[in-house]
């Protein structure tokens, strides 16, 4: 059973940083991109990055590229998101998620589990 869990949500003032930890349940995390997501009050649910399984191949939202970095540790069956430079608008519940193939996607439909979400929230 996968099971989904994320960490290391907070308030930050604008210009801080936070790294956010997804923890995979399951015993087939290595086979399996990753990804973040996250989504602010009011409005859909948007990529912010995801990895492949070896964490050979990154893919990043235009708007979170270069402040934004996203890694894996296969042997703990962990995904992180370290956040730099962070804005107001970056304010919103944030999601990762288990992929359905190998390869990374921007697309929410790649992805099969998804956990429960930590709040980050950037103060002006």
């Known amino acids: 059973q996968v099971q989904l869990v994320e960490s290391g949500g907070g308030l930050v003032q604008a210009g801080g940083s936070l790294r956010l930890s997804c923890r995979d349940s399951?015993?087939?995390?290595?086979?399996?991109?990753m990804g973040w997501f996250r989504q602010a009050p009011g409005k859909e649910r948007e990529f912010v990055a995801a990895?492949?399984?070896?964490?050979?191949?990154?893919y990043y939202s235009e708007a979170m590229k270069g402040r934004f970095t996203i890694s894996r540790d296969n042997a703990k069956n962990t995904v992180n998101l370290q956040m730099n430079n962070l804005k107001p608008e970056d304010t919103a519940v944030y999601f990762c998620?288990?992929?359905?193939?190998?390869?990374?996607?921007?697309?929410?439909?790649?992805?099969?589990?998804w956990g429960q979400g930590t709040q980050v929230t950037v103060s002006s």
């Open positions: 990895i492949s399984v070896k964490g050979g191949t990154l």
């Open positions: 998620a288990r992929g359905t193939s190998m390869y990374g996607s921007a697309s929410s439909s790649d992805y099969g589990y």
């Open positions: 399951g015993r087939t995390f290595s086979s399996y991109a």
